[in-house]
Each structure stands twice: as C-alpha cells, then as structure tokens.
C-alpha cells in the first residue's frame, strides 16, 4: 500500500533517509519535520522542532500520515516513537524503554556484563568522591572517562594520566559541563584498534546488519582535535572482515536482541554497534538506537533494498522474510563544517553549488542549511556531507574529493583525510 510518510529530524542523516525514501514505491507523498534547504528537494518540510511530540502527533493526525520514521537520539530516548504508537500511527524506531540503550551508557555496560557481550571493563559511579577515590588507586592509564547521558557525541573523555581524569571528573559530575548527562559518571578501560560502525535492522527479534562504514569523529587531519560528530565517513570498512562479521553476529548483534527483548523492551528500529576490533577480538565501545551521521550517508546510497518496505517488516516484527542488499561498491562521505566546530562558528553565510550532484554517485545532503531571504545559507556546524560511490575505496575518496570543490562558502572547512587509513588497508589486502 502507498503511504504518507512523516520523517521526524533535519540534519544530513534525515535527508539521506528521505532521498531513499522518496524513491521507494511505497511512498506517496513525504513529510518532514522540520527538515532543511536540502531536505526541502525531496519532501514537504514542516516547521515543528523535533521534540514536540503533541504537534507532531497533531500533524500526523490532521494529514492522514501512515508511518512516521524517527531519526536523532534525543526524541526516541524522550518517547517520541511511543507518542505516534499511542495515536495508533506505525513508528519505525525503539521505544524510549529500548532507545536507553543509547541514553544510558550505565545501562548498556550493565547490559553487557549481564549477558557476556565483549566491551571494555568498567565500572559505574554516582558519587564523585568515590570515583576520585578510584582514579587514585588505579595504575593504567589513559582510562576512559564517559558522561553517563546523551552528550552529542561530546561526553567522552580519554584521560592519560591522573590529573587529566581528576579533572575530567570534575568536569562531568562537579561542573555538569554536559548536564545532567552527568549524574553518573562510567569509567572504562582505555582499548585501541580499528573501529567500525555496523547499522542493523531489527524488529525485537531478528537482526540483520547493513554494510560496514567508518567514522572519522575528530576535527583535524590525522585524528587530532577535539572530538565531533563526524567529519567523514567510509564504507564498506576493510578492517571488517567476513570472519570478523561472522564473530560479531554470534557474540554480539545476536545476543544484544535477545538481551533487550529479555528484559523486556524489545529493540525495533536501527541498532548502531560501534566495535573496537582489539587484538583480543571486536568490542563493543558504545550502541546508538539509530542511524549515524554520516554513516547513513555512506550506507544508505550502497543499499539496493527498499528502505520503506524493511523498516515496515522492522515494525511488523517480519524482518526474518527478506534479505537486505547492497551494491559491491564504496562510498566516502566528505564533510564540508563551518570553521571552528564543533566549537564556535559564523552562520549564515551564503553558499554557491555547482557541479553534477544528484546523478552518477555523487550526493550532497545538507546536514545544516537553511533558506534566507531566498538564498541558500548555512545554518550549523556541520553543513553539508559531500557523498561520492565508486568501484572500489579509492575510487569513492578521489570522486568525493573532487565533488567538495563545487559547494563554497567563506568559512568552509574540511578534513583532508578522510578514508587514508581505509585506503591504505584496502590496497595492502589486494597485495
Ligand atoms: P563513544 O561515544 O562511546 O563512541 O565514544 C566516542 C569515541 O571515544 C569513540 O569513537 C572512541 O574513539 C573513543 N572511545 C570510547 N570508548 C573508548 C575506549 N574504551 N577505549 C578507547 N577509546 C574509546
Ligand atoms: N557518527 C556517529 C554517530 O552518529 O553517533
């Protein structure tokens, strides 16, 4: 059946979703709320923030919407899926008593440790003084400081010795740099390796895991800076290997599900498994209840599937019946910032676009744009995410390269090595 669909969101994740979403039989016309410049090419955009649970409900109600698709953390973990259920309105996305996975990393260690799902040791704190007390005694270092709640990607500390980490606990529990995200406090055994992001479909029973990517989080080239929420992204990642895919879909995807649905609050939506892949095996570093971004601009132009169709059987609890497909090719996703994120920046500055996006595998999805006086500005920290497909890794890098020079604005700023390590990897697996 076609459907009107309402997409809750408006940065570049939600108008990589809309893209797909547009293009699917399924849809009749497309909503979202409240979308962006870029957005605005593919579906009605509506003015309604994305916590407004009552106006969104209103809106569904009143232009006769089937099923809506939630996109960012902080409206599943406040219930939004649960708001449009209540009306009787399809929701693909977790419930707020399933989204906590994301919303509470003291909840996704104890998690974990409950059903022997590999992650970092931990420990979990409420009072500061006893986490002081800790850190005194602890002789390893870096260990790693996490603000229990949602932070935007921000609330994690890497420490390197102890005045750094008596400082970060200050910060997060005593100064509440990240609000009442710290009110508990988790510290973490510090792990290295190649770290992978794998998206997953699920219904509350099944699972099923798209093509890998790979975030690039810090502001600068080489890694270095302070950490984002995301400067680029690749996929598929070389470092996630069949066997490794096999292991991770035993040890880890497999009994996350069960573990959610036995306590009860069975997960439905997209489960995004951030791993650490350590020399004593993949680790869980963190799970998000939702698509990334930009992982979602890297994954979701690969995927062959219909995006509608899967997340109807994700609600319908019928995921088992289909198969999801992907292209064998890559995507790497450039994005273009305003310069000074994710600290302090100018907006509104006028952008000019040229170039051939739109056709032969190149994308440009605007994460914060907006429309003023009729002309198109930036509107955020991250404002576009230059997206390019290719045969292979290197082929993607150099096409989303070339595609960066055709967006401009005065204070445009990039990484310059985004998919390096990626790259390297591939051809060192091909010799
Ligand atoms: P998270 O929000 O938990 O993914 O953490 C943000 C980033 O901090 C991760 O992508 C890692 O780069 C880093 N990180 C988090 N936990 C650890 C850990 N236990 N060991 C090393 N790095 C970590
Ligand atoms: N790119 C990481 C995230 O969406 O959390």
């Not at 809750?8 to 399924?26: D, F, M, N, T």
């Not at 470092?239 to 009994?255: G, L, R, S, W």
């Not at 930009?294 to 979701?300: D, F, G, H, K, S």
Request: aromatic content about 8%.
């Amino acid at each position: 059946m076609k459907m009107n669909i309402l997409i809750i969101g408006g940065g570049g994740r939600e108008h990589a979703i809309a893209a797909k979403v547009a293009e699917s039989p399924l849809t009749k016309k497309l909503y979202c709320a409240p979308g962006n410049a870029g957005i605005a090419e593919v579906a009605e955009c509506v003015d309604i923030p994305v916590m407004d649970f009552d106006a969104q409900v209103k809106f569904a109600k009143d232009h006769k919407i089937d099923f809506v698709i939630v996109g960012p953390d902080d409206p599943l973990a406040k219930g939004c899926v649960d708001a449009f259920e209540a009306a009787g309105i399809r929701t693909f996305g977790p419930r707020a008593n399933a989204a906590i996975i994301e919303a509470s990393k003291a909840f996704s260690k104890d998690l974990m440790k409950k059903y022997n799902i590999p992650t970092a040791s931990y420990e979990v704190f409420t009072s500061d003084k006893e986490a002081i007390e800790y850190l005194k005694k602890n002789e390893k270092f870096p260990i790693v400081l996490k603000a229990d709640g949602l932070a935007l990607g921000k609330g994690v500390l890497i420490c390197n010795n102890l005045s750094e980490a008596l400082d970060g606990v200050k910060e997060i529990m005593e100064d509440k740099k990240f609000g009442t995200a710290g009110n508990k406090l988790v510290i973490e055994e510090f792990m290295t390796g190649p770290e992978v992001s794998v998206l997953c479909f699920c219904d509350g029973k099944t699972i099923k895991p798209m093509t890998s990517a790979m975030d690039h989080k810090r502001a600068k080239d080489n890694d270095e800076g302070l950490n984002t929420g995301g400067m680029g992204n690749i996929s598929p990642s070389p470092f996630y290997t069949d066997d490794i895919a096999d292991y991770c879909m035993d040890h880890i995807y497999k009994p996350t599900m069960a573990a959610m649905a036995s306590e009860g609050r069975p997960f439905k939506g997209v489960l995004f498994v951030g791993l650490m892949l350590t020399k004593d095996g993949p680790k869980v570093l963190e799970y998000n209840a939702r698509f990334g971004d930009p992982e979602a601009q890297v994954v979701l132009p690969r995927m062959k599937s219909d995006i509608v169709e899967i997340m109807e059987h994700c609600v319908d609890g019928t995921l088992d019946e289909i198969e999801l497909k992907f292209a064998k090719n890559a995507a790497v996703c450039v994005v273009l910032a305003s310069d000074g994120y994710p600290v302090k920046y100018e907006k509104e500055v006028p952008v000019e676009i040229g170039g051939h996006f739109g056709k032969n595998g190149y994308y440009l999805f605007h994460a914060g744009s907006k429309i003023k006086d009729g002309k198109l500005v930036t509107n955020g920290g991250r404002v576009f995410d230059v997206v390019a497909t290719g045969k292979d890794l290197p082929e993607a890098q150099k096409r989303a390269y070339e595609a960066t020079k055709w967006v401009n604005f005065a204070n445009k700023y990039m990484r310059h090595d985004i998919g390096n390590k990626a790259v390297a990897a591939f051809k060192a697996s091909r010799h």
